[in-house]
Structures are given as structure tokens and as C-alpha cells.
């Protein structure tokens, strides 16, 4: 049973293109995010839904549009893809959003542009 | 505005020895939880241990176990009878009351025969 699943693991892809990401979760949670971890393996938030409501968004370009069609799905679409958009990116969910709720991780996304 | 910081990029460890992973922090939230993920080269993010600031008892999980700090801002891991499977590479991280994660820049352990 896969709790955070995320499609497609690997994507590769050249500049200027647009493509999307995939995320779901099983675990009945009500809150997803996404993260970039860059190439010094440093994690970044960059968005938060909570039942489908935005309610982190970081500094993140607005080539980046997260969308969450039911609180399961959190799905981020990149368009005019850049050398620099080059990362993994992971998905994560929790409880309520509270402090208290861990968030559980989906396997990553590895995106490269070239 | 959060801060975590990792001081360590790289940990060595014997195996069945012990290391011990430091992690500093900076928040104004008075209700917060601190957490240590480890990520294998799986790249799959496990979370190791969770501890909450209002308690004073240090979380353990079996041969996990944190030094918790609060009038430090320490939040330390150590890991005990190490093995290879331990091998990974080790995010502090903070929540904040928003749930918003801030994680360190992490610390790599290598577990050496």
C-alpha cells in the first residue's frame, strides 16, 4: 500500500516545455505540499493546500501552478521549464496541518531540463 | 521567521558504535514540534523521531533517541549501535503553528565495517 505516491519518478525534458507531477495520497490526510530539493540536497517548501485551500505559498515562480482537484491530489504543473527548475521534487501530506502532524513523503520526483 | 541549522555536512561512524547528530534552531512559536528524517540513497524521506516542546522527556525510538534543549534551541540525535543500513543522509526540520516545515541543510552519516 503506497501512502504517497508521486508520477513520474524520473522526468526528463527540454527548456521551454511545460510538464506536470503528479501526487496522491491514500492516508485520509487533509493537508499536501510540495518541496524542491536542490542539488546540495537542500529541502525548500513551496507550496501548502489544505483541503484544497492554498494556504502556503512560498517564493516560488509563477511558472509553478499547484492544483488540487479533492484534498488526495496535489498536482504541480511547470510551465517554460528552465535549466534551474532542475531538482527532485517531493510531495508530502499530513493531519490538519498542525504542528503535531509529521508529514509523510512520496518517493520524489527527479526532473532534469536540458 | 524559522531557522534550522545543521552544523555537520558529514558524520563517520564505526559499526555498533555511537554518533551523535546536532541540530540548532530559531523559532518565536511557542507551541512547535521538531522532527529528524533520514533519507537513503533511495532518496525516499523516513521519518526517524518526533518531539514535542512542550514535553520535557526526550523521544526515543529504539536506537533513536534525541537530546532535546529547549532553553538552548538543541535538538540533537544520536544514534546508537549504528549499522549500515543507517547510512543515509539526516534532516533536522521544525514545524511551525501554520504546519509549514523548515528543514536543516542535513548531515550525511557514513557507517564504515
Known amino acids: 500500500d503506497t501512502a504517497v505516491s508521486q508520477t513520474p519518478k524520473y522526468l526528463v525534458t527540454q527548456m521551454g516545455n511545460d510538464k506536470s507531477i503528479k501526487c496522491e495520497q491514500n492516508l485520509g490526510h487533509d493537508t499536501m505540499y510540495w518541496y524542491k530539493q536542490d542539488s546540495k540536497k537542500f529541502l525548500k517548501i513551496m507550496f501548502s493546500?489544505?483541503?484544497?485551500?492554498?494556504?502556503i505559498n512560498e517564493t516560488v515562480p509563477n511558472r509553478f501552478s499547484p492544483k488540487s482537484p479533492d484534498k488526495a491530489h496535489l498536482n504541480l504543473h511547470i510551465n517554460s521549464l528552465e535549466l534551474g527548475d532542475s531538482a527532485v521534487y517531493f510531495c508530502?501530506?499530513?493531519?490538519?496541518?498542525?504542528?503535531?502532524?509529521?508529514?509523510?513523503f512520496g518517493p520524489g520526483t527527479r526532473l532534469t531540463v536540458t | 521567521a524559522q531557522t534550522v541549522t545543521q552544523s555537520q555536512p558529514e558524520m563517520s561512524v564505526q559499526e555498533a558504535e555511537t554518533v551523535t547528530l546536532s541540530c540548532t534552531y530559531d523559532t518565536s512559536e511557542s507551541d512547535y514540534y521538531l522532527f529528524w528524517y533520514k533519507q537513503p540513497p533511495s532518496r525516499q524521506m523516513i521519518l526517524v523521531i518526533r518531539?514535542?516542546?512542550?514535553?520535557?522527556q526526550n523521544a526515543t525510538e529504539n536506537r533513536f533517541s534525541v537530546n532535546f534543549q529547549k532553553a538552548a534551541k538543541s535538538f540533537s540525535l544520536k544514534i546508537s549501535d549504528s549499522q549500515l543500513g543507517d547510512a543515509a543522509m539526516y534532516f533536522c526540520?521544525?514545524?511551525?503553528?501554520?504546519?509549514?516545515?523548515?528543514f536543516g541543510a542535513g548531515t550525511q552519516v557514513v557507517v564504515t565495517p
Open positions: 518531539q514535542e516542546a512542550y514535553k520535557q
Open positions: 508530502a501530506s499530513s493531519l490538519h496541518g498542525l504542528p503535531r502532524g509529521e508529514q509523510y
Open positions: 493546500y489544505n483541503n484544497k485551500e492554498l494556504i
Open positions: 526540520a521544525l514545524t511551525d503553528s501554520w504546519g509549514k516545515f523548515q
